[in-house]
């Protein structure tokens, strides 16, 4: 454990159990030298190899880190990403390859936490990300209310230096006497944060830069006093159409940023996709198909549904369930599917729908994709036994549930079947 003098103002430290996103850098190490200090026995660090840069260097880098964590008595783990592993993913989200080494990052990060039982995950955001964030938004058009920048707390994520001026971290640690790691990949300017960080920041004063976080503080406080213009559904998000297209540039930023929010949406809303939806949304018809998100756009409404994987899972006495999407008994109405379990040839299984399922209805032969068209949705749910489809749901959608020919009009062991889902109302 080791003291360098006054410890800067601004740092706010949470109760339970911290582990540390180490990156060996400046920032990070000044963060660890304070949490040796204030939380010692609380406290983990976990280093990040993205296996990106030339070998020699990550092992300098890997050697200093575990040598800082020893002097200053943190336990630090590291992990490796897989070489290759991160440009692939940039190529398969078309994503650059910060954003993909972000997500896998994080993902090792969150896992590690609650395997371990850790209530927080630290960053060492300082205010000079703050600016500079809120800043490249600005340069690139961002939608409005992207200019809250950085939250100092987002879910099990905490940044407590976040009011901490850069300065004051390097003169905290010129006197500590510690070691940092410089990579090598933050010099180069073809990426755009490094290009605000040594072109444009250098020009900008204290007094500005603290504007630009003022920014970020009073946006995010705008935009909590203004109610979004959507609904939740029991699946997706429903933004009124009329009320999206009459609304001022910002609140449809806000409209966008929450529903899209509610499917759990985690990357940036860019201009570019706000503007694809402004003009689905005034024609009134048409589709948005993302890789983790889905526009469907109708006369009255916007429908922003998350993506949903491929799942199977047999239907027993109480129903069948998949990350909250539950098939089971419901309260009888007009529009429930009364099914007789009597007539089902078993396995039967409750699944999402593929491109060549076919259900038989009173009509004739048709196929569910062809019902989901009709009905704006991008899936539905089919349960199945050996002869084929036995029913399909959809309602919890926004569409219909259907029911094959050959289950109409038996009574004999009939149930009221429903799907439901319930973690969107929940968040």
């Known amino acids: 454990m080791l003291s360098s003098g006054r410890i800067p103002d601004g740092i706010r430290i949470p109760d339970g159990k911290l582990l540390l996103a180490f990156s060996g850098g400046s920032d990070s190490l000044f963060l660890l030298s304070i949490l040796s200090l204030l939380a010692p026995e609380r406290t983990e660090a976990v280093y990040v190899n ?6 020699e260097e990550l092992d300098r880098e890997i050697a200093l880190n575990k040598k800082n964590a020893g002097k200053l008595g943190i336990p630090l783990s590291v992990f490796t990403i897989p070489k290759g592993s991160i440009n692939t993913l940039s190529t398969e989200k078309n994503c650059g390859i910060e954003a993909a080494a972000r997500e896998l990052r994080y993902k090792i990060l969150l896992e590690k936490a609650r395997k371990d039982g850790f209530d927080w995950i630290l ?79 250098p020009l900008v004063s204290d007094d500005e830069r603290e ?59 860019s201009r570019s996709l706000l503007l694809s939806v402004i003009k689905k949304a005034d024609e009134g018809r048409g589709s948005l198909r993302l890789h983790n998100a889905f526009f469907f756009f109708t006369e009255t409404e916007i429908r922003v549904y998350p993506p949903l994987d491929d799942f199977v899972v047999p239907l027993s006495s109480d129903g069948a369930e998949y990350e909250g999407i539950t098939l089971s008994e419901e ?29 038989e209805l009173k009509d004739g032969s048709k196929r569910i994709s062809e019902l989901e068209k009709e009905y704006r949705i991008p899936y539905s749910i089919v349960l199945e036994d050996r002869n084929g489809i036995v029913a399909v749901f959809a309602r919890f959608l ?19 079947f429903a799907c439901t889902y319930s973690s969107l109302m929940n968040k």
């Not at 500079?132 to 939608?143: K, Y």
């Not at 109405?333 to 399922?357: G, N, Q, Y």
Request: aromatic share 8%; glycine share 6%.
């Open 123 to 201: 960053t060492a955001h300082h205010r000079e990300d703050q600016a500079e964030t809120v800043l490249m938004r600005i340069l690139s058009g961002s939608p409005f209310t992207s200019y809250q920048g950085i939250a100092r707390a987002d879910g099990m994520l905490f940044r407590p230096l976040l009011s901490v001026a850069k300065k004051d971290i390097m003169a905290y640690l010129e006197k500590s006497g510690l070691e940092w790691s410089e990579d090598s990949t933050n010099s180069d300017t073809s990426y755009m944060r490094n290009k605000v960080r040594h072109c444009i920041m």
């Open 331 to 359: 309260s009888e109405d007009e529009k429930t599917l009364m099914i007789d379990t009597s007539a089902f040839l078993p396995p039967v299984i409750m699944r999402t729908s593929r491109e060549s399922d076919r259900i």
């Open 211 to 269: 504007t630009l976080c003022r920014i970020a503080s009073n946006v995010a406080g705008f935009r909590s006093r203004f109610p979004s213009i959507m609904l939740k559904r029991s699946f997706y998000v429903s933004i009124c159409r009329s009320d999206f297209l009459s609304s001022l540039p910002f609140r449809q930023d806000e409209a966008l940023y929450h529903a899209l929010g509610s499917i759990g949406w985690k990357e940036r809303v």
């Open 398 to 416: 926004g569409g219909h549930d259907r029911l094959a020919e050959r289950f109409l009009g038996m009574k004999s062991s009939s149930r009221p």
């Open 50 to 55: 993205h296996s990106l840069r030339p070998r």
